[in-house]
Nanobody
Framework: QVQPVESGGGLVQPGGSLRLSCVLS????????MGWYRQAPGKERELVAQITSGSSLYYAAAVTGRFTISRDNAKNLSLQMNSLKPEDTAVYYCYIRLGTKDYWGQGTQVTVSS
């Protein structure tokens, strides 16, 4: 069973930075996509950034140029968030897609406020 576990959320002032980390337990074989979604109060969950086993990258338009996704291997994933804005406030979820199955972490709260 694959289980992502996030850490690194918190409260930060506008313009500040945070780094989210995700550690994935379990065995990971073959191709995959992993990344970060976020969900703000009253809004749908949205894809923020993704990286595949072939190193293809995706960033949502709202975070391009400010957020950077990276991985050490298939077990450690990070999201560096710079120049944070109040609208980045959300619960951030780490996920990995193996074949047709998605595995989700429980989420970490990011609050951007002065």
């Amino acid at each position: 069973q694959v289980q992502p576990v996030e850490s690194g959320g918190g409260l930060v002032q506008p313009g500040g930075s945070l780094r989210l980390s995700c550690v994935l337990s379990g065995s990971i074989f073959g191709g995959y996509a992993m990344g970060w979604y976020r969900q703000a109060p009253g809004k749908e969950r949205e894809l923020v950034a993704q990286i595949t086993s072939g190193s293809s990258l995706y960033y949502a338009a709202a975070v391009t140029g400010r957020f950077t996704i990276s991985r050490d291997n298939a077990k450690n994933l990070s999201l560096q968030m710079n120049s944070l804005k109040p609208e980045d406030t959300a619960v951030y979820y780490c996920y990995i897609r193996l074949g047709t199955k998605d595995y989700w972490g429980q989420g970490t709260q990011v609050t951007v406020s002065s």
